[in-house]
């Protein structure tokens, strides 16, 4: 074991990681007790937070990791199993940028949680995590490592949809944030205007991810992105829609609250393809990037 200046061994390193999204596939109403909830597929990113304890005797004493929301999740842990930190330092590292729609502070919470879990041997309790997540913020599904339809106001599984269907994308980030819980109030308006046609697109993306069909759950995502753009419009969708076919793209996408915007494909894009979608995205004053998006 390598020693450190000062002859001491270095101290053992924790670790908690949680992987982020794109946005959604699916964003509407869930009617639930006759009134509608916000439902949420998320589109999970091979992106992720990472959140590092260090134990260290000359460390800080009730040590709290970077971020507020972050800190509270750590008290949050610790309350509800009568557990104290040892001294020792945090550190943080994230692929995924803030309030843009990659699920950043969720993602956060759940890498601290997941890093409390190993610094104290304890099995990682779902149950756990989402009432820490429930007691700080509306929240998608990040914890689970598969698709699922899941109602982000009340931390409630509907249900479990696999990990059959994944996508490759290129997509962009517009200018700006969203703050989710403003936009709330409007969301909630449009949903019930549109009920109709999001209970039918929400039908088409169970039937696609039953079929484990990516080209049927990207049909349905398209239709969801272009029922959100009627209430938080993205200034390059309507151009992104209009070349989908040209690209050979299986759908589009978007973070229903977020900034980003893209084309989901079946299929790894050529080379060629890429430079296309590139050129493109840059004519549009943006910086194309490329992900793996789901699973399958």
Sequence with gaps: ????????????????????TL???????LQRAGEPDIALVSFPVDRHSWRYFAPD???PPDPLPPGEKSARAAGLFLGHYGLTLPPGRWSAHSDLRV????????????ATLRCLFR????????????????????????????????????????RR??????????????????????VTPLLMRHYRRRATEYERCLTDLLKGFSAADPAAVARAATTSAVLSQEVLPKATFEAVLAH?????????????????????????PSPSLKGGLSEFFHSLGHQCSFAQGGYG
């Design 244 to 268: 989908r076919e040209e690209f050979g793209a299986d759908g589009v996408f978007v973070a229903h609250t977020g900034c980003l915007v893209g084309y989901l494909f079946a299929r790894r």
């Design 23 to 29: 946005g959604e596939l699916f964003q509407g109403p």
């Design 119 to 158: 610094l104290f041997r304890l099995p990682c309790d779902l149950r756990v995590v989402v009432g820490v997540l429930s007691a700080i913020e509306r929240a998608d599904s990040v914890f689970l490592d598969e698709f699922a339809l899941y109602l982000s106001g009340r931390h409630r599984l509907e």
């Design 57 to 59: 005797p000359e460390g």
């Design 1 to 20: 074991m390598p020693i450190q200046p000062d002859g001491r061994p270095p101290p053992r390193v924790f670790s908690g990681v949680c992987h982020g």
């Design 99 to 110: 309030g843009v729609g990659m699920a950043s502070s969720t993602a956060d919470i759940v």
């Design 161 to 182: 949809l696999g990990t059959a269907v994944g996508f490759h994308t290129a997509f962009v980030t517009e200018a700006g944030t969203v703050d989710t819980a403003a």
